[in-house]
């Protein structure tokens, strides 16, 4: 650790998600040409998994870096409901029985090149890119009961909701004589994109033993692009 900032009054270089400031800690450049990786391996109980692999090559004036993570996890439950209704004379009676499962992965690669000018300017440049999965599917089990009739009828759904994105990244960084004091100007670009597709069928049978098939089906699409812009001294 080179050195450690409280900034009381943040500037454009930093997310507005704080009322009490903000500690930075700047660490020392490492100036050494060579090759380091970093990789790791975690699981949890449930199953939930996630890797990731850091790559970082300095030689010369340029430091080359790559990145890549995955994490996967899965639920799974079931719920049971037993409500009683009375309205007026008439007493009706809903038994549901309900299982689920729920996942979501996600991967995240990353590429990227510092390129230092000299001692007191760099031009830095990334990519990054996201993916993200998470869907389920649910089935209920149903049974009414009103005295009169009884109907018998299982809603089954699924939902899948991928997302997508890239983040281009290119940066200026100067350094002054003066400690501490350095220019920096950065452009972000992120384009996204979101798809969220669900199925649900809803198959019922009453006691007159009459069938019936519900079909609903809904997909929206979501795309959006932001650009950022900052210069911070």
């Known amino acids: 650790i080179e050195s450690i900032e409280l900034i009381t009054n943040p500037s454009a270089k930093f997310d507005a998600e704080g ?19 970093m990789v790791s391996l975690n699981a949890g109980t449930l199953d939930k998994y996630n890797s990731s692999v850091n790559l970082n090559w300095r030689v010369g004036d340029f430091n080359i870096f790559a990145n890549y993570d995955t994490r996967f ?49 760099t031009i830095s440049g990334s990519i990054l890119y996201n993916y993200g ?32 994105s890239f983040d281009y990244y290119l940066g200026f960084r100067h350094y002054f004589d003066k400690k501490l004091h350095n220019l920096s100007v950065d452009l972000f670009y992120s384009p996204t994109s979101r798809d969220n597709d669900a199925n649900i069928y809803q198959i019922g049978k009453v006691s007159t033993n009459s069938d019936s098939i519900i079909h609903q089906s809904t997909k929206n699409d979501v795309d959006n692009k932001n650009i950022n812009f900052m210069i911070d001294y």
């Open 73 to 121: 996890n899965r639920m799974t439950g079931d719920a049971r409901l037993n409500q009683n209704t009375t309205i007026g004379a008439t007493n009706s009676n809903l038994l549901q029985t309900e299982d689920f499962a729920r996942n979501f992965n996600s991967q995240n690669v990353k590429f990227g090149v510092d390129y230092n000018i000299d001692k007191s300017n």
């Open 133 to 164: 999965d998470r869907g389920g599917s649910e089935t209920r089990y149903n049974t009414i009961n009103n005295g009169l009739s009884t109907s018998n009828y299982t809603t089954l759904s699924k939902e899948t909701f991928p997302m997508y």
């Open 19 to 37: 009322q009490s400031g903000i500690i930075n800690i700047i660490t020392k450049k490492k100036l050494d040409d060579g090759f380091n990786g």
